[in-house]
């Protein structure tokens, strides 16, 4: 049984991997980086070890180090979390090798599935409906003409090393066709060193729906439903919820079987997504896998009551899950909004600095990953997300009021944060009516950027200097010994008022 696990990760992630294990009664191991001395999950765990530089190439994406790291401090398993190493094949395979336990699912699985054209033949192969387009590589441009018009414009140019947005190109008409087939191929041979590329039918106006499905080492396998990843800005997601506006539950049953089998395909073990684009009709195609625990795991976590990174550690001990499909439910809804660090007022700016008063939202039905705290500085070095913020309700409407009462709460001093841009997109009446798709952002942009002043910034201050002005004016009063009629907290708010400094 697993006893002490290395998180080969740092931020909020590493701290969420850690709070599992301490549950479990398991120790944690924290890697670090020079700048990442005084990070949150280096304070959280049991033991901390610097892997290198700041640079990630150099600690965070160090195997030869973590691995020695691993075996110095008698590490059972490693957990990666997202980003990272979490899905290189190369680094799963080295640990297996050191007699370590790699949290995830086989090497074999994580090569299949980030290769795209690989994933999608299988996919084919499996039954698992894929969007219209080839099956093969396209390495001959004459073919290129005819493959494109047999599938019918607009079509899109993908490579297969891609995912996530990279190494895409529309076409919409024949005379931009070989030209962007030549720019993906040679951008996909820069940034990949692999210039795989195929063509999709392109889906106007889709929806990101995935599932997470869970599997163990003895043949069992759930899914755990959808998440709806719609709100996205170039290719990072920015709010995601559960159960998705879009979805009935024919849909979910169909597309949950289609994930399974996406998932035994490859003999999936442990957590994993798999992602589909959704049409208005309610047409889905499997678009790719993620081998890896998810930034958004939470709200599936809410909604279904599973601890997916103890599900995690479980599988990896042999274990077989604790629940089977039909014990499985979606109870109530949740939102989870990404907080970054970041000035959307100045083409969304990463603004990494030193956090210098931070007041955390609490109460009924929220959760907050984070890992933050003041005087922290953020490093410039990596992803600049600070946290998530995750409600939960019975109802979709009233987790949209949870949230915006949380974005309220929330205050950070110090750095500029995305906390106003994503309490605009609570406001926003295509997502308030559930109306939305992978267009959103770029559809609301203009609403999201103006934001209403509602002194969410200083009422709590304003509040706080009425009341000692109040004070003050009791301690003269009584000095005085006068009865002459002074302003008292609600004239001083009305005066507030007035100027238009506070509008409550
Ligand atoms: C598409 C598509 C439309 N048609 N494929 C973007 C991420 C990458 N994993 C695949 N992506 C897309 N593939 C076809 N055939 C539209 C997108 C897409 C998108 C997908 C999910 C979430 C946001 C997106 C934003 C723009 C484009």
Redesign the pocket.
Known sequence: MIKKILVANRGEIAVRVMRSCREMGIKSVAIFSEVDRTAKHVRYADEAYCVGPASSAESYLNIKKILEVAVLSKSDAIHPGYGFLSENAQFAEEVGKAGIIFIGPSIHAINTMGDKLTARQLMIDSEVPV?PGTKENIDDPNKLKATANQIGYPV?LKASAG???KG?RLVREEKDLVNAYEMAKSEARSAFGNDAVYI????ES?H?IEFQIMADQHGNYVHLFEREC?V?RR?QKVVEETPSPLMTPELRQKMGEQAISAAKSVDYVGAGTV?F?VDNDHNFYF??MNTRLQVEHPITERTTGVDLVKAQINVANGLPLEFKQEDLRQNGHAIECRIYAEDHKNNFMPCPGVIKNITEPMGLGMRTDGYVYEGYEIPFHYDPMISKLISWAPSREEAIDRMKRALYEYKITGVKTSIPFVARIMEADDFVNGDYN?HFIEKNMDFLMTEEDDCTDYCEDIALFVAYLDYTQKLKEAADKTNVATPNQSAWKEYARRKNILRL
């Open positions: 969007v899109m995912g996530g947005g895409m999709e039918k392109y889906i889709p990101h719609s996205q290719h992602e684009l678009l790719e992978t």
